[in-house]
């Protein structure tokens, strides 16, 4: 038996429970339990390629090596192959996802294509241009897992999609607005410049208020965040229909994500939209309140 033969004979088929802090629910109970393996799986080869893209000390030149490494495995149980011994636990249990579900190779390559634009862009002190320019990235970086979902649930019809994709995409500019105390000092920026200029502020400005603590950061960039979290929660808005589309578990599953994005928008304007200086979660507290909007999405379809 060949090395790589033997590493697929033993690699796991169940990837494991989401450990990282997340705005929404990951294969949660709502889920129907035949569908908690496939996207677990998916949620483990997201966030681990998330991982090799923006954790630890490696150099973007190790980060790109080991996301194209991470690509080849998923070509190569794509096509019914084994994937190398590196990660096992990724590859095992989404090998037998793709089998079972025949997930699209595509949608989760879309998602590593994105995490290397990620760290060419830190690289290179790149920025985005625009809102267009930012939201093809969401396309990628995002939008693929709403499809993944969908296609699991047996649903394609285009305006689900459209939905999908606008659920997702708010899902991930609230992230970048959540994440402006984190990013920038990473060198991650994804304020669009035309939307900087537009509220009168050079991008190279952010460089002197990056989070120290000493000073707040002028009202032209809190009005900026304003701006992109009103965006933000008119894309959500959006997509929202697609949450009476879907019936069951799925349909609640859904509602909670859409609140609990919503949640993280009405925290950082709760907190004058100064997330350069904060960086607001959900949490445990919030189950409540997010119930009680998801039954209220409920209620208000029925009218």
């Not at 019914?80 to 025949?102: E, I, K, N, Q």
């Not at 500019?173 to 991650?188: A, H, K």
Request: with cysteine; proline share 9%.
């Amino acid at each position: 038996m060949s090395p790589s033969s033997d590493t697929a004979a033993t690699a796991p088929t169940l990837a494991p429970l989401p450990t990282h802090y997340e705005n929404f629910p990951v294969a949660s109970w709502l889920c129907p339990p035949r569908l908690r393996p496939p996207i677990a799986a998916i949620y483990v080869f997201a966030r681990t390629a998330d991982d090799i893209a923006d954790e630890g000390e490696a150099s973007p030149a190790q980060r790109l090596a080991d996301l194209h490494a991470f690509r080849a495995d998923l070509a190569a149980i794509a096509q019914g192959g084994a994937a190398s011994a590196r990660w096992p636990a990724v590859f095992g249990p989404l090998a037998h996802a793709m089998r079972a579900f025949a997930l699209p190779e595509a949608l989760l390559a879309d998602l590593l294509s994105a995490f290397i634009q990620d760290i060419e862009k830190t690289r290179d002190a790149g920025r985005y241009a625009d809102r267009p320019e930012l939201l093809d990235y969401c396309a990628r970086s995002a939008n693929p897992v709403g499809r993944l979902l969908l296609h699991l649930y047996g649903v394609n019809e285009p305006a689900a999609l459209v939905q999908s994709d606008a659920i997702c995409s708010a899902l991930q500019l609230i992230n970048f607005w959540q994440d402006l105390r984190v990013d920038l000092p990473r060198g991650r920026f994804y304020l669009p410049d035309a939307d900087c200029a537009a509220h009168g502020i050079a991008p190279a400005a952010f460089d002197t208020f990056r989070p120290r603590g000493d000073a707040p950061p002028p009202h032209a960039a809190l009005a900026l965040v304003a701006a992109e979290v009103a965006w933000a929660r008119g894309l959500m808005q959006q997509g929202t229909p697609l949450v009476h589309r879907l019936p069951g578990r799925m349909g609640w599953e859904l509602r909670l994500v859409v609140q609990g994005g919503l949640r993280i928008l009405d925290k950082i304007e709760a907190l004058g939209f100064d997330t350069f200086t904060q960086r607001p979660t959900v949490g445990k507290a919030d189950a409540p309140l997010l119930a009680w909007r998801a039954l209220r999405m409920r209620r208000q379809s029925t009218q």
